[in-house]
């Protein structure tokens, strides 16, 4: 098949184009750059640098040519979309609108697109959250994601554009910027490796469901064959960030303690996901936080030489 991967220069995109082409798919991304990385490019791929905004996208891709679209490339960080909503909303919104507008032109059949289970839900009502909890936002980012989701179903009523929607926690490995949007795994090891303390925000006490990026590629994958789902991907297992210090500590004989610092403001206090429907079709988390921090830590000391 012929893929358009979105961001496909990104953390998570570029992780999805190398799983892609090892199945022997064609893929081209579409990345700005802005937060992507000319070095996460699968040198197989066909590289466009363009944005998902230009309402002149189709000079520059063929979508005649392309059989699904997966959109990954977003403005992804919560603190920025409080900052400035708008350009949240233009990039998330409107440029998956703009997508979608593609796809219909040209009669593209598949989007497989990216959302947010730790932002869309809001604070849980119940634990571990499933697919059909209420979805209550707390911050632009968590309802411009949703607002993608909805355009994306409405695409499918009125155009029949078949879609899965895949719903991240949080999402941690290779090629996770350290010094970029978001990410406390890599943060952490990142700030031990040049002799600083992590800095913990609040008691701690504060859950997360890490899920490895390799898996969440696997899920892409995967959902080429899903059709017209909404599905959680997260590994359904609660970690606090004392705990998570606490393995990677260990796993780089890190002695010293972390820094606590004041809580981080409007975040949730415990989520983590509850992943059955991923299970029912096929799909299950592989790499646990032991094993994936352990990559992590390597990929970094790599990376400093
Ligand atoms: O230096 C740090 C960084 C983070 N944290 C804590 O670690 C947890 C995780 O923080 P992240 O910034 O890694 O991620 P968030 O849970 O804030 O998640 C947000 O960022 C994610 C990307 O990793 C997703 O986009 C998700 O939807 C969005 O809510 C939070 O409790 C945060 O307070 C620290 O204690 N110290």
Redesign the pocket.
């Known amino acids: 098949m012929k893929i358009l991967v979105t961001g496909g220069a990104g953390f998570i995109g570029s992780h999805i184009v190398d799983e892609l082409i090892k199945n022997g798919h064609e893929v081209v991304i579409l990345d700005n750059l802005v937060t992507g990385n000319k070095n996460n490019i699968n040198p197989k791929a066909e590289f466009v640098e363009g944005d998902i905004t230009n309402k002149n996208l189709d000079e520059k891709i063929d979508f005649q040519d392309i059989d699904v679209v997966i959109h990954q490339a977003a403005q992804?960080n919560?603190r920025k979309s409080v900052e400035d909503p708008i350009y949240d909303g233009d990039v998330n919104v409107l440029g998956t609108l703009n997508i979608l507008e593609n796809m219909r032109r040209y009669d593209v059949k598949k989007i497989i697109y990216a959302s947010?289970?730790?932002?869309v839900y809001g604070e849980p009502e119940y634990l571990p959250v499933d697919e059909n909890h209420p979805i209550a936002p707390l911050s632009p980012?968590g309802l411009s994601k949703y607002c993608g989701e909805e355009y994306i179903k409405l695409y499918n009523r009125l155009y029949g554009i078949e879609y899965c929607i895949l719903r991240?926690s949080?999402?941690?490995g290779e090629r996770q910027d350290p010094r970029g949007?978001?990410?406390?795994?890599s943060?952490?090891i990142d700030r031990i490796l040049n002799n600083k303390n992590?800095?913990?925000?609040?008691d701690?006490n504060?859950t997360?469901d890490f899920v490895y990026v390799k898996d969440v590629a696997r899920a892409n994958l995967m959902a080429l064959d899903w059709k017209n789902e909404i599905v959680n991907i997260g590994t359904g297992k609660e970690t606090s960030?004392n705990e998570l210090f606490k393995i990677i500590a260990d796993e780089l004989n890190y002695e010293d303690k972390p820094i606590y610092d004041k809580?981080?403001e409007g975040?949730v206090r415990r989520i983590y996901l509850d992943i059955k429907k991923a299970e029912m079709l096929g799909w299950k988390p592989e790499v646990d936080l032991k094993e994936g921090i352990k990559r992590v830590v390597n990929w970094m000391k790599q990376m400093q030489g």
């Open positions: 992804i919560v947010s289970g730790g932002a980012y991240y949080n999402v941690y949007e978001a990410g406390v795994i943060i952490f992590p800095i913990i925000f609040g701690g504060q997360r960030v809580p981080r975040e």
